[in-house]
């Protein structure tokens, strides 16, 4: 089973800096099944990247993704006050999937 | 547009039965591109992915090596919906469980999660 490593755990930022999230597999992975979901208080995690740096619709494009192999990244350029959430990177390498732990991105 | 409505009791005993259940609206349960997910979030395990189901000529079944002694996933092609069937639960299946469509085993859509408690 792959285990997603997210770095850092908390990430602290001002609105229009740029975010810089890492997510490292333990072994080497499919960028096609790479994928990012944002998540806010008291709601259900929303998808953002897949296949490493496809936007998902509705997502602003000052959200990127890049990487391969073990070491995958999430950028969002300028941040806007409601991008201050947890973000999780998934995997999946048939039949399972994983998360990462998560990384909390804070004002 | 793609919505999941998930529904099922809040609380639970030790050693029974957790029965959730997640309705689909704007797409079939028999879909041959999509997967129907279960997913907990709790504070010690954070995201975990439990297991799907999805119809390729039959139906299959994917489950996580944790629970896979003691779950079930099952499609209801009548109501259009998939639940989720866990056995003998314990304090440590507290959490908040979440349905999910995936396409090529991205989770495209989300219910809006139901917070399960065990306790005695």
Redesign the interface.
């Known amino acids: 089973e792959v285990v997603l490593t997210q770095s850092p755990g908390t990430l602290s930022l001002s609105p229009g800096e740029r975010a810089t999230l890492s997510c490292r597999a333990s072994q080497s992975i499919s960028g096609s099944y790479l994928a990012w979901y944002q998540q806010k208080v008291g709601q259900a995690p929303r998808l953002l990247i897949y296949g490493t740096s496809t936007r998902a619709t509705g997502i602003p494009d000052r959200f990127s993704g890049s990487g391969s192999g073990t070491d995958f990244t999430l950028t969002i350029s300028r941040l806007e006050p409601e991008d201050f959430a947890v973000y999780y990177c998934q995997n999946h390498i048939y039949p399972l999937t994983t998360f990462g732990q998560g990384t909390r991105l804070e004002i | 547009q793609i919505l999941l409505q998930q529904s099922g009791p809040g609380l639970l005993k030790p050693s029974q039965t957790l029965s959730v259940t997640c309705a689909i609206s704007g797409d079939s349960v028999s879909s041959n591109i999509a997967a129907w997910?279960w997913i907990r979030q709790s504070p010690s395990r954070?995201?975990?992915?439990l297991g799907?189901t999805f119809y390729r000529s039959k139906w299959r079944y994917?489950y996580?090596?944790s629970v896979q002694s003691r779950i079930s996933i099952n499609a209801d092609t009548s109501q259009n919906q998939f639940s989720l069937q866990l056995n003998s639960v314990t304090s440590e299946d507290t959490a908040i469980y979440?349905c999910a469509r995936d396409v090529?085993?991205?989770?495209?859509e989300?219910?809006?999660?139901a917070l399960v408690i065990v306790s005695s």
């Open positions: 997910n954070g995201l975990e992915w799907r994917d996580a090596i979440y090529s085993a991205t989770l495209f989300w219910g809006q999660g």
